[in-house]
Each structure stands twice: as C-alpha cells, then as structure tokens.
C-alpha cells in the first residue's frame, strides 16, 4: 500500500500483498474491512470454511473483483484489472480456471512459454516428470487430479514472484496432494519468492505457511504467525462445581460443560492463567496442546459466539 509523504507516492516495496479496510458487498454475503499485508518471501495461508471469503479476497488482490471501498497493493503497485504489466510476476490458479480440452498438454507449454518472457524451460520439462504428465496427452483425457498438475505446471515454469493459490488442493487424491505440496515446498526454498494460498485443510496450511489467517463470513477473525497459534493456544480441562463460572481473563472461551468437568480454551495461555483457574474454586485436571484445526475452530466459534451476543 503507497503512502504519502508531501506530494511524491512511495511505495511499499517489502510487502508482497497488502488490503487496507477492504469492503465487497453483495446481496448475501459481504466482504468487511479486511485488512492484510503479507511480507515478500513468506508463505501465507488462508484458512476459512466454505463461502468464508477466500475466494473473493484473492479476486479482488487479482483484480478480477473490484473492492467497493479501501486500497488494494500487489508487488508494490496498485491492483486492478486495467494494470496487466503488474500482473506478469503474479501466478494465480483457482478451481474455476480452465484448459483447451482437444489440445495437449505440450501445446499449453508452447502457448504459455510464448507469452512469458521468465519461461523456464529446464524446470517445466522437471515438473513434467514429477507430476508424471504426459506432453502428448490431450487435456480431454487428463483426471481431475492431472489438470490441476497441468495448471500448476504453466504457472510455475513461469517462475513468478508471487503465487496466489485458491484451494489449489481440493479434491485431489493422497498421493496428487502429496505431489502438489513437495512441489511448493520446493519454491519455498526460494526465499524471494512469496506463496499465499487457501484452504480449508489445515493440516495443508500448517505444513506450508509462516503465517495464517483466519476467515469466517467476510471477517478476518484471526491472523498471526503460525508458531504464535501453536505455541499460544492450549485447552484446560477442569473439575468445578455446579455454580462455578470462569474467571474473567482475556482469550478465554468455554467449549464444553458436561455435569463437573469444564474444558476452555486460552488464546493467549501463560502461568497466570493457571494461578486464576487454581483460585477460583476448579480443580486442575490437564492442559493440551491443539492442533491448527482445533485452533480454527474454536477461533470460528468464538467470533460467532460474539456476533450472536
């Protein structure tokens, strides 16, 4: 995002992606004040259920959805759709992109190396082998799994600076998945290079990103580094009374009461939570460690819970 200083526009040259106050509205459903910078070099991941509002964050950073309010930066330029020379170092797939059924596969490698001058050859004849595709196979005759490989193939020979992945794992068997993800491991390696990409597999996320956010209907409910989620949360279990009720402490959030036994979960756990649960009358049974899915979920239910209030 630029800012101002006097007349002259300085651009923000560390940031890979940056949303400042983004909103998108709708008939049913709405985009509100979003706002993200993700640093060049970095992996991000975005996390929500379906319909949360990944897809149409990442249109509007390609500029294929214009945002009704707030400012938009990729690659340190503004975005939108009259800016195609921005577009060159951007490598976006999403589901809904499509392939010349009665062409082959070489020939798509043909036609994409023609239009980018960043085509490498050498990496895209690698891909081909690691994918197991076939140059001559029509894309008529590909599986699901094979067309996305295809795809992902035109947009990484390309070596672009930034990938935006829309769910570029849905749907795929164990083994095409696994492919997929070595092969971004791989351009992770890269530390120039900057990958966001969503999902709603965590486990996808975890194994990729440095950092994460968080969406649920058209709010970013969370967005830290993904070591902050893991070594931050934890869920306590508890014996109490029938008319025990929780200390009053930041990042709290009871998940379940069955007769005695309490569990909640910390968002921000440390040794005074423990001091305050050990003086309120509950006796201490275990504190776990949870997992990214666990942390998304109670993050969701979380924010739910509070709209509803």
Known sequence: MSQQTGTIEVENTTSAVSLSHVFKWYPHFSLDDVSLE?????????????GAGKSTTMRIMMGLVTPDKGEVSVLGQPISSQHATSKRDIGYFSEDMRLYKRESIGWHLQFVRSIFPGWDDEYATQLLGRFGLNPDQQVKGLSHGQRV?????????????????????????????????????????????????????????????????????????????????????????LQAPADWRPPVLPGIRLESHFRSQRVLSFDHFDQTVLDALQTSGATLEGVERMTLEEIFVSCVMRGREEVSI
């Open 149 to 237: 490989k295809a795809v992902l193939l035109l947009i990484l020979a390309r070596r672009p600076q930034l990938l935006i992945l829309d769910e570029p794992t849905n749907g795929l068997d164990p083994v095409a998945r696994h492919e997929v993800l070595t092969e971004l491991m791989r351009v992770v390696e890269d530390d120039q290079r900057t990958i966001l990409f969503s999902s709603h597999n965590t486990q996808d996320i975890e194994k990729l990103s440095d950092s994460i956010t968080f969406i649920d209907r058209g709010h970013v409910i969370a967005s830290r580094g993904r070591d902050e989620f893991l070594d931050d949360w934890r869920r306590i279990r």
């Open 38 to 50: 993700f640093p060049r070099g970095t992996v991000a991941g975005l996390i929500g259920p379906n």
